[in-house]
């Protein structure tokens, strides 16, 4: 069964930075497919960056380029998301997911992955 677990959320002044961790288990292939999304109050879910933990290649959505950096530990399953330069814009929860194939789907939208994190807020402030 997959399961993952977020953490890192919390809140911090324009400006600031925080690191959120998903530790994944229970995957069915040893390189896979990670994304984390976020969802803020009346919006749609988003695609924000995803990374392949096998050849280590990344999308990130154009408002968090060269802020926002994913990387992963495949020793500990666990993919990080080094946000830097926070706006009150990015408050949302963020939620981890992977599609659990070798490879990342085409799309990147939340139909596209089927395992979800509980999600991890991180708010803002101005």
């Known amino acids: 069964q997959v399961r993952l677990m977020e953490s890192g959320g919390g809140s911090v002044q324009a400006g600031g930075s925080l690191r959120l961790s998903c530790t994944a288990s229970g995957l069915s292939y040893r390189t896979y497919c990670m994304g984390w999304f976020r969802q803020a109050p009346g919006k749609e879910r988003e695609g924000v960056a995803r990374?392949?933990?096998?050849?280590?290649?990344?999308d990130y959505t154009g408002s968090v380029k060269g802020r926002f950096t994913i990387s992963r530990d495949n020793a500990k399953n666990t993919v990080y998301l080094q946000m830097n330069s926070l706006t009150p814009e990015d408050t949302a929860m963020y939620y981890c997911?992977?599609?659990?194939?070798?490879?990342?789907?085409?799309?990147?939208?939340?139909?596209?992955?089927?395992?979800w994190g509980q999600g991890t807020q991180v708010t803002v402030s101005s």
């Open positions: 990374i392949h933990t096998g050849y280590g290649g990344t």
């Open positions: 997911a992977t599609n659990d194939q070798p490879r990342c789907p085409a799309g990147f939208l939340e139909s596209d992955f089927d395992y």
